[in-house]
């Protein structure tokens, strides 16, 4: 595609619940970025392949946490057992190569209630 | 830990001035900084790219330094437009990590 999709624009979903979100990055690019984002703050890195594999996690708050890239394409951010305080908007970006600018998504907004 | 500090917070500005957005962060070892442009509800839009060898890079009426010993980045933007009104974001790429580390932001308002 033209740009960095992601799905659903808008998820509101009940304390305790499961939650899945998915990210269509630039097609050939090879990198692929979790980050979160809340109220007045700068987007906060939560995870990042190369290709299929999660070369960097560290930014996971806890295991509730996971995502995946099965194909090296798609990817999709997993939440279980939502709290409150995972209310925030989840970013994905796309980059070509390590000398090349980071694409974004248009983001997913989550409230937890 | 990289640190990563936008000044103003906020700034409002009439149309037609010229103006600068200045970025600072902790650890000079980095590998690229980015600028980003931010509307309400939105995702993040990149303006610019300065690899850490570069000094500055332009695109229209924007153009971004980066004094990298110093950590400091600015972007200036010329003959400002109520269209630019927006958050603007600088971020750092680390040698040797793939992370991209954000300031909270800048507030621009350009006002008719």
Known sequence: ?113 | KQEVTQIPAALSVPEGENLVLNCSFTDSAIYNLQWFRQDPGKGLTSLLLIQSSQREQTSGRLNASLDKSSGRSTLYIAASQPGDSATYLCAVREGGSEKLVFGKGTKLTVNP
């Open chain 1, 1 to 113: 595609g033209a740009g960095v999709s992601q799905t659903p624009s808008n998820k509101v979903t009940e304390k305790g619940k499961y939650v899945e979100l998915r990210c269509d990055p630039i097609s050939g690019h090879t990198a692929l970025y979790w980050y979160r984002q809340s109220l007045g703050q700068g987007p906060e890195f939560l995870i990042y392949f190369q290709g299929t594999g999660a070369a960097d996690d560290s930014g996971l708050p806890n295991d509730r946490f996971f995502a995946v890239r099965p194909e090296g394409s798609v990817s999709t951010l997993k939440i279980q057992r939502t709290e409150r305080g995972d209310s925030a908007v989840y970013l994905c970006a796309s980059r070509l190569n390590r000398d090349t600018e980071a694409f974004f998504g248009q983001g997913t907004r989550l409230t937890v209630v």
